[in-house]
């Protein structure tokens, strides 16, 4: 009985400290998202069955891990980790075919503005717009107005 739970309580031990080891925290942050959002939203299970080898490979490898850990440091292989809101704020940014167009400074102009209103927890603004001088501003719509103004831009860009 004892040794049962020896073993119960040493295996927990291991699969703490194996968490933050690098194979264990790929997997985390490509599949399942425990820290962070994954990258591969809908592929959890894939994040499950690699756990545990993962995990396995971890504890394996985990002198060299921990050499590396010394010499590189904590961000070593991974980077620093940015604040989630920046993270979502940037990606939606960079992916939206919308705002392709800007040029390069005005979209960091928008991601350091909404990145901002995230870190004070404000609510993000639906529409926002380019003000003369250069600076964004929130641009309050109500749902109809808003539908007709997609549907316009929608239009202009399938004309072009």
């Known amino acids: 009985?004892?040794?049962?739970?020896?073993?119960?309580?040493?295996?927990g031990l291991l699969l703490i400290?194996?968490?933050?080891c690098i194979l264990t925290r790929l997997t985390d942050r490509g599949f399942l998202g425990f820290g962070d959002p994954p990258v591969y939203k809908h592929r959890i299970y894939t994040g499950l069955f690699l756990l545990p080898m993962a995990?396995?490979?971890d504890l394996v490898t985990a002198p060299i891990?921990?050499?590396?850990?010394?010499?590189?440091?904590?961000?070593?292989?991974?980077?620093?980790d940015k604040p989630p809101h920046e993270?979502?704020?940037?990606?939606?940014?960079?992916?939206?075919?919308?705002l392709a167009k800007l040029p390069p400074e005005q979209r960091a102009a928008l991601r350091d503005y909404l990145v901002q209103r995230a870190k004070k927890g404000e609510k993000l603004p639906t529409t926002v717009g380019l003000s003369p001088d250069g600076t964004?501003?929130?641009?309050?719509?109500d749902e109809?107005?808003?539908?007709?103004?997609?549907?316009?831009?929608?239009?202009k860009t399938a004309a072009n």
Do not use: C, H, Y
């Open 1 to 11: 009985m004892w040794s049962r739970l020896i073993r119960i309580v040493v295996a």
């Open 17 to 20: 400290a194996v968490s933050s």
């Open 55 to 57: 995990a396995a490979v």
């Open 65 to 80: 891990q921990f050499l590396l850990l010394v010499i590189l440091g904590d961000d070593f292989p991974f980077g620093p």
């Open 87 to 98: 993270q979502g704020v940037a990606l939606k940014i960079e992916n939206d075919p919308r």
């Open 136 to 141: 964004w501003i929130d641009v309050p719509v």
């Open 144 to 155: 109809a107005t808003r539908r007709k103004l997609m549907a316009r831009v929608s239009s």
